[in-house]
Structures are given as structure tokens and as C-alpha cells.
Nanobody, 123 residues
Framework: QVRLAESGGGLVQAGGSLRLSCAAS????????TGWFRQAPGKEREFLAA????????YYADSVKGRFTISRDNGKNTVILQMNSLKPEDTAVYSC????????????????WGQGTQVTVSS
């Protein structure tokens, strides 16, 4: 059982930056992949980025490539999503998720989810 908790959301102006954290607790000794997703009102949950346990494999959605950076610190059981050049269309609830084994962009294969943190980008 992996428990996840996001932090770092908030209100930012367009062009600004935010740094989201995903802290894991519980059964974190096994290798697992951590992904970030977001869901805007009226839209489906969207994959953003994922990072393998060792950090050697990283994946990004085209919509955020070049603007968002995912990283992890296994010593602190934390995964970071650094978001730069934010746009109003980035406004959503951002959630981290975990799955054992290889990373995937498919939200349905992630078995563990945090509660989410709101990100609002004003124009």
C-alpha cells in the first residue's frame, strides 16, 4: 500500500511557475513508477509526466514537454513536478499516482492516487 499526498498548488499568473510535490508513505520499499495527471472541469483526466523508480526513464505528454520537469528524490520519497511558463489552460486539479513496475501514460493502470491539489493560472 502506497499513500500519496500532493502539495504546492495555488494561484499564479500566466507565465509564472509552480513546484508541485508528491510525498509517498507506506510500502515504498518496492520499486514503483510515479506519474502526474490533471483534470480540468468538464474534461477527462490527462497524463502529464511519469518517472521510474530509479529516475532513468522519464515520459512527458506533448502538451507539457519543454515546460514541465519531473524529478524524484527517493531518499525523501518525493516526486517533484516543476511547472514553468504556465498558461490559463493549465488550470486544473493536479494529482500524483503510483504503480508498481514500468511507467505508463494510461491512468487506469495506476493503483494509488493522491487527493489532488488545485492549480489556477490567471490571465
Amino acid at each position: 500500500q502506497v499513500r500519496l499526498a500532493e502539495s504546492g498548488g495555488g494561484l499564479v499568473q500566466a507565465g509564472g511557475s509552480l513546484r508541485l510535490s508528491c510525498a509517498a508513505s507506506g510500502r515504498t520499499v518496492s520499486s514503483y513508477c510515479t506519474g502526474w495527471f490533471r483534470q480540468a472541469p468538464g474534461k477527462e483526466r490527462e497524463f502529464l509526466a511519469a518517472i521510474s523508480w530509479g529516475g532513468g526513464s522519464i515520459y512527458y505528454a506533448d502538451s507539457v514537454k519543454g515546460r514541465f520537469t519531473i524529478s524524484r528524490d527517493n531518499g525523501k520519497n518525493t516526486v517533484i513536478l516543476q511547472m514553468n511558463s504556465l498558461k490559463p489552460e493549465d488550470t486544473a486539479v493536479y494529482s500524483c499516482a503510483a504503480k508498481y513496475g514500468y511507467c505508463s501514460s494510461a491512468r487506469t493502470v495506476y493503483g494509488y492516487w493522491g487527493q489532488g491539489t488545485q492549480v489556477t493560472v490567471s490571465s
